[in-house]
């Protein structure tokens, strides 16, 4: 267990790898926290720098009075990446952690050389829709929107795996704040123009049954930037890294060996 404090909040990391190793960063979706990554990491090559953290109101890190902006979630991984000395990292992000990947990118591109866009878009859904769910979080917890959100994270088949209960107490136990917080930001956040301006080695990862960001939407933010790779995961919803972890790390591996690694 490791904290850094940064804008005035501890956020909870983990960084392994050999020091001279190519540095990856992964960034977890709303409602879960740094354990996303578990399935996959021991699939990946030996020999990468990997830096995994707990967004601000998710895991360990501190979870402060929402809502959040995206500017400072952000800030929040640009900060830590100075604080560790990481730089030219390959940036993993899935969901929300996809937008801090875009933003990062358009405002440092010292700190991410290529980027990983996994279940994710430039823009998701619409301020009425977040408006609804966080209202929703606002009167009754994570456990009011449970239901849905499941279905949408996940193909019905892995409702009956042994590991679902898991990610589904993970999700419960997001702090209300930290969900109501962050989806504050995907609701008010428009990378369109930005992103179409990125010039970066770019995969975009999709799964065929995500109900949050359909193969459409992540593909057609993939097509925003020159020569974005797109890669589709069948039989996957909202978090292919965890019903197909194996199919997702042979894609992954494929890309950053591309870029060296």
């Known amino acids: 267990m490791h904290m850094a404090r940064v804008n005035d909040l501890q956020i909870h990391y983990t960084l392994t790898g050999p020091e001279d190793g190519t540095p990856v960063v992964f960034a977890n979706s709303l409602g879960t926290d740094l354990r996303l990554w578990d399935p996959v990491l021991p699939l990946l090559p030996e020999g990468l720098r990997i830096l995994r ?27 830590l990446m100075d604080h560790l000395g990481l730089r030219d990292a390959i940036f993993v992000g899935l969901s929300i952690g996809g937008m801090i990947a875009q933003g990062l990118a358009a405002k440092r591109l010292d700190l991410v050389r290529a980027m990983v866009l996994s279940n994710t878009a430039a823009r998701i859904g619409t301020r009425e829709m977040w408006a609804e769910r966080i209202a929703m979080v606002e009167a009754g917890g994570p456990e009011a929107i449970l239901d849905g959100t499941m279905q949408r994270w996940f193909s019905q088949p892995f409702h009956d ?33 930005s992103t179409s301006g990125l010039r970066l ?8 049954k995500d109900g949050s960001t359909p193969p459409d939407l992540v593909f057609e933010t993939a097509g925003l930037i020159p020569g974005a790779q797109t890669a589709l995961i069948r039989g996957a919803g909202h978090l ?14 494929g890309f950053l060996k591309a870029q060296g690694a």
């Open 240 to 253: 292919p890294c965890v019903e197909k972890p194996e199919d997702y790390a042979r894609i992954l591996t």
């Open 53 to 79: 953290f707990d967004k601000r109101g998710h895991g360990l890190s501190d979870a402060p009075r929402a809502p959040y902006s995206m500017g400072a979630l952000i800030t929040d991984i640009e900060r």
């Open 161 to 193: 795996h042994p590991d679902f209960p898991g990610w589904r107490n993970m999700f419960l136990r997001t702090p209300p704040q930290g969900w109501t917080g962050c989806a504050a930001a995907i609701a008010g956040t428009d990378f369109i123009s």
């Open 201 to 208: 080695p770019t995969l975009a990862i999709a799964g065929d």
